[in-house]
């Protein structure tokens, strides 16, 4: 509350892009860099995570905690989940739909949705069941760069063109012609 504390090379993130941060339920912290994979430092130590350990691809742009406590990476090479003990990727031989993971977030019937460069998809847990959101609703998606649960359990998408609301029914498209500033969001 009155001062700053700065992690650099010291415990492990030498002259990285920080794109993502993570504080998981057990308190530890968790940063994903670009071309510098992922660590967490639990108050004590740093453990990095890179290619090396599993994780799909060195740069890290999105960190997520489900409600199981996995820890889920959006990379450039698709989506890791990290049990604690090992990692899982997925890409789009997976059935993902595209490799360029921004944005990973959790819906309340469990369902892991993933924003991408090429759209927006969810996924239920059993092998092979990624489902594209632009099937669901008609319309493509693209540069998906941000993603949210409300209170209410609507999930906000943000990217290239623009805001969108899901309540599970409706899609919901706010643009500059709605009073956003940008259309890129």
Not at 21 to 40: K, N
Not at 165 to 179: A, I, P, Q, S
């Amino acid at each position: 509350g009155k001062d700053f504390t700065n992690f650099g090379a010291e415990v492990g993130l030498p002259k990285t892009r920080i794109f993502s941060l993570l504080e998981d339920r057990s308190g530890a912290l968790w940063f994903g860099s670009i071309t510098g994979g992922a660590s967490r430092y639990d108050g004590k130590s740093f453990t990095k995570f890179t290619e090396k350990d599993g994780l799909g691809n060195n740069d890290v742009t999105w960190i997520f905690e489900d409600r199981d406590a996995n820890i889920w990476f959006g990379t450039g090479n698709g989506a890791s989940r990290y049990d604690g003990k090992s990692m899982t990727n997925f890409t789009t031989k997976d059935g993902l739909i595209h490799n360029s993971v921004y944005t990973i977030g959790q819906d309340a019937a469990g369902r892991i949705w993933f924003g991408t460069q090429g759209g927006i998809c969810s996924y239920d847990g059993t092998p092979g069941s990624f489902t594209n959101f632009a099937d669901q609703v008609g319309r493509s998606f693209s540069n998906i760069r941000a993603m949210v649960v409300d209170k209410s359990g609507n999930l906000w998408f943000g990217g290239q063109g623009g805001a969108y609301r899901y309540d599970g029914k409706t899609l919901t498209t706010f643009t500059t012609k709605d009073g956003l500033v940008e259309d890129f969001v």
